[in-house]
Each structure stands twice: as structure tokens, then as C-alpha cells.
């Protein structure tokens, strides 16, 4: 709205600026006024800018919607080229529908000639110039629509939706999650600056009754929800409950019952980024603090997909600290997962039988030949992949890998002290499968996507071969709407045929409740462009997945093997 | 354009009756537009340039808006549902069908005759606030008229046979 009045303000002022310079520019803004007013410029004028700011809103709000980043043009660029369209218009309809308005009769013959010779070179140069400076100034000013700068914040709705609530009808202890979960990532980007915020990008802070209720009109038994620590955890011994007081009281209530996820992919503000090892001691702080503030809460994400976080925010030098070095990522690898350990260890002090779901992307790297390098690059990927879930699960890794840690400055008193720990019994591996996390490493050595290749199954089996834990299918979904109930279907045959095998899985997550913001470019600028993933739009109207997911709840829930899941009884024991 | 509004989470989910709810809309929009069209003389002009009575203007018109309604429900799609927004993006399509069909096809079709003078700034105005009240009533129109998500979870369409290929079958005697 700012960026079209002050579009529509800058088009008036370079055309007084013109006209007072004695140039013969056309005025459409005068034009405007005079259908109105013939007889007083002034009035004329007034009432013209007003109408002209107005159209220069609406066209700001299309633009927004329609056209932004739509074309790989630098902003201002993108709003010169959207300005063609309303000049365009305004060149062959509205002058000479003005010029007929003004007129004296009711009723004209008209014809293209007469129309077309209304439009002078006068015309032509003042609307196509004027029209320039709109989009110019509109494509300046509109230029990140989504996040907000780091240091503020968003506003959260404080009373509950109207639409009456009704608890989790199938609620029981022991079968088997049907999941989804609220997208919550909050990394930071231009270095530090900006605030990435799906909670608040997706709506969630106004809706949240509302997703929690079509979360239980769903039919799921658990959701991933993940507190906006940024917003919480305003420094050491503070903290702002205030925003999730109420959601959390929502979820006590009348279910589904969280997977409380911790810290997903940003720090709070006065903690900077994953490089300061301060996370490592003030992350556990914040846990335990959670842990008594919400006591009821079992399950337990403390760090989310830590492979992924470290790997965006200090090898691809998108997120946090955008560094794209491999001793900055092994440095953000420990102090995720020594922050992740802390927190375990904090919440079970207070929580002794809580649930740890870790959850992490499945990677996979094949090489596209038989050259020694690119193999050697896919087995190097294949391994590091594991590195923070090796580091909480007490794993030992590769002589390859020990040399890896040395070379950038890992003793092996720091290794061994995570390898000496005793993983909690209570632990849950979650592993993550989208349709870009297999890779082919091609001759060059970089990583392309593959698309489903080998699939979650294959994948997933080489993480469970590895930490031989209880597993869950903690996040899916589908790029392409179109294809969210196939996808969904055969991740969920993935998950029949593990259970066939004798995999004790648990639970299977569709991610995410709503569509998302920006993950088709992996949140790395904020652009607002909606990435339509959700078992919801935006509106909150379903998608066929979200009709699809309902299926398959209501086929499967009552079914004795997912009634009664074993593997979960067990654990939960 | 649909690319465009495809960015946006345009393609509406399966429980939505973009037509049925458009074509409503339209329908009930048209009541401000004539009063305008009426105030500023604009009916009398549209019935004369159109060579028809005023009855069979009027039904014309509720019977173009009525599929004009339904295009913007189902073109806009979550532009559209938009409680706060779908008002301007609603004016912005009247004004789009004023620029496309008043301002062009009305003098195409009457053999080149068009209104004028305070009838055309009737036109005009008509044409906005049928957008806006368009914009504004499909979000609420809409919303009662969607399918329940209980009824719409039992078609077989979303149900396990949604994990083949869509419409591949295997080939007889493969099984």
C-alpha cells in the first residue's frame, strides 16, 4: 500500500516538476479530476490525485500478488516492466473513455480512428513516462514482503478463534502418531539482518486456533510444533510465554498432543548465529525452563534436521551466519549437537520420561560414475551426512571422518566425549524424505537433485542400519499440489513395508498443516512466494492431500497393528 | 496469467465451488451496479446503444455477470477467497471487464455506438462496484458452499489408488 501511494505520489511530482519546467507532458491525473470537476483546476486536481493514488494502491496490490518475483529482474526492474500494463491501459481505454466522459451528450458513434486520435505524442510521452516512475519507485520500495528486521516483532493473536473446539477423538497412548506439523523455521538472512519467520509468514500467529482445529478436523494424533524461540528466549533468565501460553493451553486441552521442537534453524537475536558457542550453553537453559513452565509436554525435538542448519547456514552460506567454510560447518555440527545433548539431558531432569523425536534429512549421494573423485566425493557426503546424528547417538565414525575432524580443529577429547554418552532409552529417529534429497554427484563434484530414485525406504533403512533406534517418518510432502496424494500414498506404502520388515516405526508426519513461504528457494531471500505443500492453503481451505491424509487416517487408525503400535508401547514403558 | 497466480497457491483444493460461488456473487452484485447505472442515466443509454428494452438489458446483464462472477471466482482462486483483499481484486476485475467489454465490446456489437457523457462515468462506476461488491461477497459465499472435508475425504479419488501413476493401469496378463 506504501510502495503504490508513494508510486503514485512520485508519477504526480516528475509531472508538476515537467509541467512548471513549461514541458508539454500530458497530466492524467488533471484528466482524472476534470471528469469530475470541468470547471476548477484545483478541485480538479485534488479530487484526480486522490482517485489516482487510489488506482496506484490497487495496482501496488496487484503487483504484489501477481507479479513480484516473478521475473529474474533486479526489484525496480521488475516494477518498470509491471508498469507497462497499467500504462498500456491507461494509453487506449481510460484517456479516450475520459475524453467521451467529458463530453456533453449521452451517447457517441465512435470509431478506432477517433478513439486512436485522441492519443498524441503528448499523451503517449506523458503516460508511458509517468507510468515509468510508478514502477520504479513501486518495484524500489516493494522489496521484501515477508520476515521482518531482526530486533522486532511480529504481532501474535492473543484471543482464540470463535469456531467452537472439540478434543482428539482417538487419543491413546501407545498407537501409532499420525502427525503433521506447523512450519516454524526462523533462520536469519543478509547477514543477520532479516528475520525469516514461517510462523509468521504462513499466518500462524493470527490462526493458530484455527490450524490446531483443522489439525484435529484431520484426524492426526500428534503435531510438530515448534515454538518461536527467537521470540521466547529474550536473553539469559528471560523469557516472553506470553505468545504460546495460550496456543500451548489449546494443545493441553484438546490435543493433538505436540512434538515440541526447540530450536528449528535460527538462534535467538542476542545469541547471533550457530558459531558462537554460547548456543551450546543457553540452548539447555532454555529447555529446562520449557520443560517447567509446560510439564505435561512428553515429546521432545531439541534441534531440528542439525545436518541441514549447519550445512545452510555455514557451508552454503545461506542462513544465520552465512559462512561457506568447512571449519565454520563443523563448528555449527558441535554446537548443535552439543546444544541438543544439553537440552536432552535438561528436559530429562525434569522430564525423566520424556520422548526425544531427533529428527534429520535423509541424505543421499550416488555418484554419476566411476571416476575415483566424484565416488570418493559421494562417500565423503554419504558419511558426513551422519555427522550430528553420530555426535547425539554416540556413534563412532570413519578414520576418514577422525582426519576430517583434526583438519578443522576437533580433538578427539571433544569427539570421545560425545561418543562416552549414554543415549537416552526414550529416543525416536526421525528421518525426513522429500523428492530433492537424493543426489547425484556429477563429474564436477557437485550434487544434483535426483529426484525419487532409491526412495524413503532405502534411504531410510541406511540410518537405521546405522543407530538401530526406533524410527519415525518425520516430515514429507509434495512441490507440486497436483501430486500431494500420490506422494503421500507412497511414502505411506514406505512406511507399511518397513513396518513388514520389523522396523519399529512409529509414526509417520505429513509436513506441513498449511501450505509454506519461500521453501522452494530454501527461505535464502524473502521473496513471499508460496510454496503450496500444506494438507491446507493458506487460506486454510483444504488440498486434496489434506483429503488424502483424512482417508488414510480414518482407513488405518482403528487397524489393531496402528491401534496398538509395539514399538511405541515399548518405548514408552 | 495462470502461471502467475500459481506462484501463489493459485490452484483451488477440491472441496471449493469456485463456480457455483462466483456465479452467485455475480448475481448479487449487479443490485448496486444498477442502481448506479440508474442514477446516471447509464441503463437507458446501455438499452438504447444495445437496441433492447430495459427488462432484457437488465437480464442480459445479470446473465453476463452471472458467468463473469464465475471466472473471477475460479481465475482468481485464492486471490478470490481473500476475506481482507478479494474487495480490490475484485474492483480490479470489474474495471478489467469495464476496459474489455464496455469500453471495447459494447460499441463493437452496437455497431460502433458507446455511451457518453455522464452515462459512461455511470458505466464506469457501475463496473467498480460490482467488482468490489463481487470481491467482497465471494469469500463469504463460498465458504458454506464447500464441500465438508468428512464427505470430501471418502472419495476413492483421494483414497489408496491415488498412489499410481494417474490412469496407468498395467498391461493385460501382467497380473
Known sequence: MIAGVAGAAAMEVVLRGFAIAGLPVFDLVQELGAV?????????????????????????????????????????LQGLAFAAVPAVLALFIVHPQMTLMQMDQDMIRVSAPMLLGTIGVREVSGILLSHAVYGLVLGSLYIRPVGYKVGSRPSVARKKSVRPRRPVERRRDGGFMFATGIECSYPTIDNGRWRRDELESCGHYKHWAEDFELAREIGVTHIRYGPPLHLVFQGAGQYDWSIIDEPMADLKECGPEPIVDLCHFGAPDWLGNFQNEDVAKALPEYAAAFAERYPWVRFYTPVNEMYVCARKSALDGEWNEQRRDESAFVNAVFNLASASVGMTDAILERRPDAIFVNSESSEFSQPCCPDPDVKSAAE?????????LDLIYAHEVSDRMRGYLREHDVTDDAFDRFCNRKVPRRSILGVDY?????????????PRSLGELFGWYTIAMQYYDRYKLTMMHTETNQTDASEGSRWLWRQWHNIQLARQNGVPLVGFTWYSLTDQIDWNIGLREALGVVFPVGLFDLNRDPREVGLSYKHLINMYCDQPDYRECKALKELMR | MASFLSVHGYAPGPTQRPFLAGAISGVIATAPAITILRAFGSLRVE???????????????????????????RLFGRAANNVHGGWIFGMGFGFALWAAGAAMVLPLISGGQAPAGAAAIGVVLSMLAWGTTLGVLVPFVHRPLHERLETASRSSSVGPNAATQKGENLPKGRM
Open chain 1, 36 to 76: 469530475v470537476f470541468h470547471h476548477s483546476h484545483l478541485l480538479g486536481w485534488a479530487v484526480g490525485l486522490g482517485a489516482h493514488a487510489f488506482v496506484g494502491v490497487m495496482w501496488a496490490l496487484f503487483y504484489a500478488y501477481f507479479f513480484w518475483s516473478r521475473l529474474d529482474l533486479t526489484p525496480p
Open chain 1, 380 to 388: 565423503f557426503e554419504n558419511e558426513r551426512r551422519f555427522l550430528p
Open chain 1, 434 to 446: 522429500y523428492e530433492w534429497t537424493e543426489h547425484l554427484i556429477d563429474r564436477e563434484g557437485h
Open chain 2, 47 to 73: 438499452a438504447l446503444v444495445l437496441h433492447l428494452s430495459i427488462w432484457a438489458t437488465l437480464g442480459a446483464g445479470w446473465a453476463a455477470m452471472a458467468i463473469a462472477g464465475a471466472i473471477y471466482a
